[in-house]
């Protein structure tokens, strides 16, 4: 895997299971349940993702199915029997090189497990989860040192041979010294950037 920021493309799952406007309520249910995922993307033509229909877009011919009452769009949902019907639109996407802290953002403020990722022109390029973002923390810890020392330090106004980096289950700690006390603040910044980074501790000294 490539050095930080790592991107969506860097972690995204390639094989998708997608559905047309047209397929029926209980298809969906049944690729839902055999492929084990919360959602699946809806497309058109030769692949751009036009919505999504999840297991939440699903619950509501349960939910209504022994009362009248409740949301009106909630409802109208109970009744769908296809796609088209049943799907949240607009989709809620991310594009393959958006970082993997913005698509977490998304998922966050959006609340939603996963994300098409599409292209310039929103067609389907893979599919990104909960999960695929966590995958950076599964890096060594000699992998995380090893950049921290050449690719992060040796960037920073700081002498590279007065620090020590040492990595134990994710958790950085920085320890030597630095020209000055403002450095500090910074330095873990631009650590605390590398993904797979757990927590970011200094022992440091200023000369």
Do not use: C
Request: aromatic share 2%; no cysteine; net charge negative.
């Amino acid at each position: 895997m490539p050095e930080s920021p790592y991107t969506v493309s860097d972690v995204m799952t390639h094989t998708v299971i997608a559905v047309g406007r047209g397929a029926p309520f209980k298809e969906i249910v049944e690729l839902i349940d055999q492929w084990k995922v919360s959602a699946l993307p809806v497309l058109e033509g030769e692949g751009r993702v036009i919505g999504v229909v999840s297991e939440a877009d699903l619950l509501p011919k349960e939910e209504f199915r022994d009362t009248d009452e409740g949301d009106l769009a909630e409802r109208a949902k109970a009744g769908g029997l296809i796609a088209d019907e049943l799907m949240s639109t607009p989709a809620v996407t991310v594009h393959a090189n958006a970082s993997l802290a913005e698509a977490a953002r998304i998922m966050a403020r959006r609340h939603v497990k996963r994300l098409p990722v599409v292209d310039d022109v929103g067609m389907l390029q893979g599919v990104v989860g909960r999960g695929d973002l966590l995958k950076v923390f599964l890096r060594g810890d000699e992998e995380i040192a090893e950049e921290i020392r050449h690719a992060v330090l040796s960037r920073l106004p700081v002498t590279t041979d007065s620090l020590t980096v040492t990595v134990a289950d994710g958790v950085v700690t920085l320890s030597g010294s630095l020209p000055e006390r403002t450095l500090a603040p910074v330095v873990a910044r631009a650590v605390r950037a590398v993904e797979g980074v757990v927590d970011v501790q200094l022992d440091l000294t200023h000369r």
